[in-house]
């Protein structure tokens, strides 16, 4: 076992390259210093993705259902534009001041710090890391759910579709943690393109299933009712529930495409030829078309098969029932994805901590050494053993949180509702109008400020809905429910 030390930025000095600066300035070391970055547009693409399309794509239908074919393919298709053009702006800010040749910021917080200063550097950490831990939250929740499913599906396929198949979470939440304890070890975002790629395989694998089961239904006859205008109040709704609903679905398919809680980090990962932001504009518009794609057949087409009575997710809520081996392998896809995805957004909260802990205390060698591990099959391994404390205990809190709290998923709404205006829109337009010195009063930034009030009033309306979406939960929730509504 050998033993080093990490430098001031929480990295080893084997990762950060000043071994090699050492022996050779020039040789895998990137200009800040730190090892070569080796990432591309398409593991870029790959981290969008997963980050991205979520199992909540299989909810679309209902979302769609609540605001009917037009608002819902319109607000779909917006959102997309919306989520692009912010994400290029955001792009542009890696550097700082220019976005080709200025200093690198490794995240968020760093490229607020750079253009705006101040207080809104605090917001911006409040909102960015306070999203991501809900998140990480709400994947444990999800992930048991979808393994619950697929023992329920198993269930009904042999005793009949009414019958008990009450099966607890809990178990599949455990094991979910234990896996995140281990995938938690993975030292940095640098490392984890291959857990990314699986993810969006899997995601792309769950999704299209869900897309053939509503072909299969369409193609079959057996469509719901469907309106131009969603659901009918005084049929399926009462009309308090047609406008909760209503500002519901709208922050769904809003925060659907919102992945600018990573946007930074995955920059980051990105060798420095073709330039950082080009290669993650094109990373990003490979990422939101590819998922704009599939939240529109998705939703559309899961619309199309079960009308106004969409379910909120029709694979764990069991929109099908058969093939019931389809829907396990489809659940299991969700539960591996979830289990990718969770170290997407669980790395920027671990390297935020890591990162403060090394500047505070330089000297401890409980927080700086590195030692190097020899692992059977898995070859040279380095262990960090602040790390290995803090991950594991960080990963074990979230399970119970999630243990505690199984409507958390309702809060999640609301949290995305809070983060979504600041992290996705305010701050990338306001960087942009700073970086590029907009002329205040100018068409350009009257129209830039234009979006951020609109997307700002989505945000509340879509929290209002959240709150209505929330009560609603704890009143009708049952301590052993093993499927979310």
């Given amino acids: 076992m050998k033993s080093f030390n990490t430098d001031q930025h929480g990295h080893s000095a084997a990762e950060s390259g000043d071994v090699y600066a050492m022996s050779d300035p020039t040789k895998n070391v990137d200009d800040d210093g730190r090892e070569k970055r080796t990432g591309t547009w398409l593991t870029a693409s790959a981290h969008i993705i997963t980050a991205v399309i979520g199992s909540g794509v299989l909810s679309l239908a209902w979302a769609i259902a609540q605001l009917g074919w037009i ?3 319109l607000i779909l298709i917006i959102f997309s534009f919306i989520t692009y053009f912010t994400s290029t702006m955001l792009a542009d800010c890696y550097r700082a001041p220019d976005p080709l040749t200025g200093k690198r910021n490794y995240t968020y917080m760093d490229v607020v710090r750079s253009y705006l200063g101040g207080r809104k550097v605090q917001l911006c950490g409040v909102a960015q890391y306070g999203n991501l831990i809900g998140i990480t939250v709400g994947y444990t929740i999800t992930a048991s759910i979808s393994l619950v499913a697929i023992g329920k599906a198993n269930c009904y396929h042999n005793k009949g579709h009414h019958a008990d198949c009450t099966i607890s979470n809990y178990p599949y939440m455990a094991a979910f943690g234990i896996i995140q304890i281990l995938l938690s070890q993975i030292p940095n975002f640098h490392k984890l393109s291959f857990l990314s790629l699986m993810a969006a395989v899997m995601s792309f694998a769950y999704a299209s299933i869900g897309i053939g089961l509503a072909i299969a239904t369409v193609a079959g006859g057996k469509v ?13 709704v009462t009309a308090a529930q047609k406008i ?21 980090e995955i920059q980051d990962t990105l060798r420095s030829s073709p330039a950082e932001n080009k290669a993650m504009k094109r990373a990003s518009f490979v990422g939101v078309s590819t998922t704009t794609f599939f939240y529109i057949l998705c939703g559309c087409l899961g619309y199309a ?20 081996w389809l829907i396990d392998f489809a659940n299991a896809c969700i539960a591996f994805h979830l289990i990718g995805a969770y170290q997407v957004f669980a790395q920027p909260i671990f390297q935020f ?21 020899n692992i059977p099959f898995l070859g040279k391994f380095s262990i ?3 790390r290995l404390v803090w991950r594991t205990a960080y990963v074990v809190i979230t399970t119970l949180v999630a243990m505690i709290f199984p409507f958390f998923n309702a809060i999640l ?6 983060s979504f205006w600041p992290l996705t829109v305010y701050f990338p337009v306001e960087m942009h109008i700073a970086q590029t010195k907009v002329k205040k009063y100018s068409s350009r930034w009257i129209g830039l400020k234009m979006l951020c009030w609109v997307c700002l009033i989505v945000s509340l309306l879509a929290a209002a809905g959240s709150i209505a979406g929330l009560i609603s939960s704890v009143k ?10």
């Fill in 305 to 324: 098969a079960f009308g106004n009575k969409a379910p909120g997710d029709f694979l764990t809520n069991f929109g099908f029932y058969e093939p019931f």
């Fill in 413 to 418: 709404g609301l949290i995305g509702a809070a």
């Fill in 476 to 485: 009708t929730y049952k301590p052993f429910r093993t499927i979310h509504e």
């Fill in 71 to 73: 608002a819902g393919t």
């Fill in 353 to 373: 901590v890591e990162k403060k802990c090394n500047r505070n205390w330089p000297d401890n060698k409980f927080i700086t050494s590195e030692y190097s591990v």
């Fill in 384 to 386: 960090n053993l602040f």
């Fill in 224 to 236: 719901g009712k469907t309106n131009m205008t969603g659901t009918v109040v005084g049929v399926d």
């Fill in 244 to 264: 909760w609903r209503s500002f519901q679905a709208v922050g769904d398919i809003a925060f659907a495409y919102a992945y600018a809680t990573v946007l930074i």
